[in-house]
């Protein structure tokens, strides 16, 4: 997976938009931005209760049988060393955030011998559908609020999004 700057400096946005002035002040936000160990950030989301969670970067999709249509593997964000963190993971922590904003701009890409091929597939791959899978999955489990795209999305309008919707949060909103 390549690196990702956009979502690194979306991160340090929301960062700052949730721990500076106005917000929920540093000592309550925990910004795990360029901690590239899965293990030290799937520990970080089990030591503490989390109300918000917020993740940037790349996204595996989900997984499923293909004659039932089963979930196999729900997929999630690319961590480290394979790891994801995902929907079990989540349900795994001592709360069920309230808030959890999923911005993988890559979550439902297909390589391209997927996505171009000329035959067409038994059923298209449609990326609205899989970001309501993740969402499902996420709500499934307690979260109140999910926001997860299901198309790329540029750097600069994921930033500015992120940024404005935590900011109307933190308005009141």
Same mark, same amino acid.
Not at 29 to 57: K, S
């Given at each position: 997976?390549?690196?990702?700057?956009?979502?690194?400096?979306?991160?340090?946005?929301?960062?700052?938009?949730?721990?500076?002035?106005?917000g929920?002040?540093?000592?309550?936000?925990?910004?795990l931005?360029?901690?590239?160990?899965? $293990?030290?950030?799937?520990?970080?989301? =089990?030591? @503490?209760?989390?109300?918000?969670?917020? %993740? +940037?970067?790349?996204?595996?999709? &989900?997984?499923?049988?293909?004659?039932?249509?089963?979930?196999i593997?729900l997929?999630?964000?690319?961590?480290?060393?394979?790891?994801?963190?995902?929907?079990n993971?989540?349900?795994?922590?001592?709360?069920?955030?309230?808030?959890v904003?999923?911005?993988?701009?890559?979550?439902?890409?297909?390589?391209?011998?997927?996505?171009?091929? $000329?035959?067409?597939?038994?059923?298209? =791959?449609? @990326?609205?559908e899989f970001?309501s899978? %993740? +969402?499902?999955?996420?709500i499934? &489990?307690?979260?109140?609020?999910?926001?997860?795209?299901?198309?790329?999305?540029e750097?600069?309008?994921?930033e500015?999004?992120?940024?404005?919707?935590?900011?109307?949060?933190?308005?009141?909103?």
């Amino acid at each position: 997976y390549a690196a990702l700057p956009g979502a690194k400096a979306e991160a340090t946005a929301v960062a700052l938009a949730l721990g500076g002035p106005g917000g929920l002040g540093s000592d309550r936000v925990n910004a795990l931005i360029d901690d590239n160990d899965a $293990t030290r950030i799937i520990n970080a989301l =089990f030591e @503490r209760r989390y109300r918000i969670v917020h %993740v +940037a970067g790349h996204g595996e999709p &989900i997984s499923r049988d293909e004659k039932t249509g089963a979930v196999i593997h729900l997929g999630g964000v690319v961590l480290s060393d394979g790891t994801f963190l995902g929907p079990n993971e989540i349900r795994s922590m001592r709360t069920v955030p309230e808030l959890v904003f999923v911005n993988c701009c890559h979550l439902a890409q297909r390589d391209s011998s997927q996505t171009l091929q $000329t035959a067409k597939p038994a059923k298209p =791959f449609n @990326r609205a559908e899989f970001a309501s899978g %993740v +969402a499902d999955a996420l709500i499934g &489990i307690g979260v109140r609020c999910v926001i997860a795209a299901g198309w790329a999305v540029e750097d600069a309008p994921a930033e500015k999004f992120a940024t404005a919707f935590y900011a109307a949060l933190l308005g009141g909103a």
